[in-house]
């Protein structure tokens, strides 16, 4: 796959496409002016009763029943390992959706997307995914940016809804404000350096904003996540200084997670700076023994360990 930046267009194997119709060739679906809802691989075995994801090993939450979504697909990063196509800069909407349009037309686009699945799913596997009950906050863009991201959680929560928010912690003020039933950061540097390097941040005030956002985590009653992406050759090392800093937030649990070589970030790094699963347990432990915390579980498949401050983990439902 090749891709270059015009007029926010990003060229793929078919050739110059815009940015919407590429996500919608990629299997997203606009939801509303500016929010998206995308299936993953996980929910489309959930449902045929094949399998769950790791969400679901670690925290009970069943695949097949869980909306992956996006209020905005404005990102203020480029990561390198992102599989999204960052090199596109996505426009200011003219106007945001309210939450609850927003909620709406998630759970009518879900429904869209699995009505495939009606003959080949099992009955009740089939009925649960058109009844969603888990919203994954973290599909494309950064949530934060939303300016109505804390009505929108509550909107989700009144719908009955657990929810998860995966921010990279570049909006601190709205760390702040919102209370999903899991907050999620992703730090994947140990220093400054090394975050305008993996992350590519379009502003340089943004590492500041990470470091205020630790301690935004600290003081927060609901539960808490740092997630680290880790690559292979580039940010890969001194698990003492990312223990350094996730010592700030004190977060309940910690996923480390290997990168993996798919979407546009194949143009970015080669597919050897994914880490085996035993390099990951093994960058784990040593994060883990520098910061007290236990091995609470891990998935092989996925590459990913899951670190926690009690010694085990609570599912969400």
């Known amino acids: 796959m090749s891709r270059r930046k015009k007029n926010n267009t990003v060229q793929d194997?078919?050739?110059?496409?815009?940015?919407?119709?590429?996500?919608?060739?990629?299997?997203?679906?606009?939801a509303g002016r500016h929010s998206a809802v995308k299936t993953c691989l996980w929910l489309r075995r959930s449902i045929k009763d094949e399998g769950e994801c790791y969400k679901s090993i670690f925290y009970g939450i069943h695949s097949h029943r869980c909306l992956q979504m996006t209020p905005t697909l404005m990102c203020n990063q480029r990561c390198l390992h992102c599989?999204?196509?960052?090199?596109?800069?996505?426009?200011?909407?003219?106007?945001?959706?309210?939450p609850v349009e927003i909620v709406g037309s998630c759970i009518e686009s879900q429904r869209k997307l699995?009505?495939?699945?009606?003959?080949?799913?099992?009955?009740?596997?089939?009925?649960?995914?058109?009844?969603?009950k888990h919203v994954a906050i973290s599909l494309s863009g950064e949530p934060t940016l939303f300016p109505y991201l804390p009505q929108?959680?509550?909107?989700?929560?009144?719908?009955?809804?657990?929810t998860f928010v995966v921010s990279n912690g570049t909006?601190?003020?709205?760390?702040?404000?919102?209370n999903p039933a899991q907050l999620y950061m992703s730090l994947d540097a140990?220093?400054?350096?090394?975050?305008?390097?993996?992350?590519?941040?379009?502003?340089?005030?943004?590492?500041?904003?990470?470091?205020?956002?630790?301690?935004?985590?600290?003081d927060k009653e609901t539960r808490t996540v740092i997630r680290i992406t880790l690559i292979k050759g580039v940010n890969m090392f001194d698990p003492a200084g990312f223990a350094e800093l996730i010592r700030i937030a004190q977060p309940d649990y910690i996923e480390v997670k290997a990168y993996m070589h798919l979407g546009f970030s194949r143009k970015r790094l080669p597919r050897e700076a994914m880490p085996s699963h035993r390099e990951v347990m093994d960058f784990s432990k040593e994060l883990a023994r520098h910061l007290d915390y236990r091995v609470a579980g891990d998935v092989e498949l996925s590459r990913v360990v899951l670190l926690s401050a009690h010694g085990n983990v609570s599912p969400l439902v």
């Open 13 to 30: 194997d078919s050739g110059i496409t815009d940015f919407k119709s590429l996500l919608k060739k990629q299997g997203y679906s606009l």
């Open 83 to 98: 599989w999204r196509p960052t090199e596109i800069e996505v426009p200011m909407p003219s106007g945001w959706d309210s």
């Open 114 to 132: 699995i009505s495939g699945f009606g003959g080949s799913a099992p009955p009740e596997r089939w009925q649960e995914g058109n009844d969603p």
């Open 152 to 162: 929108l959680i509550e909107e989700f929560k009144e719908k009955g809804f657990t």
């Open 171 to 178: 909006v601190p003020e709205m760390m702040a404000q919102i």
């Open 190 to 218: 140990p220093d400054r350096e090394t975050y305008e390097n993996v992350c590519l941040p379009r502003s340089p005030l943004l590492w500041d904003n990470v470091l205020r956002s630790l301690e935004v985590l600290r």
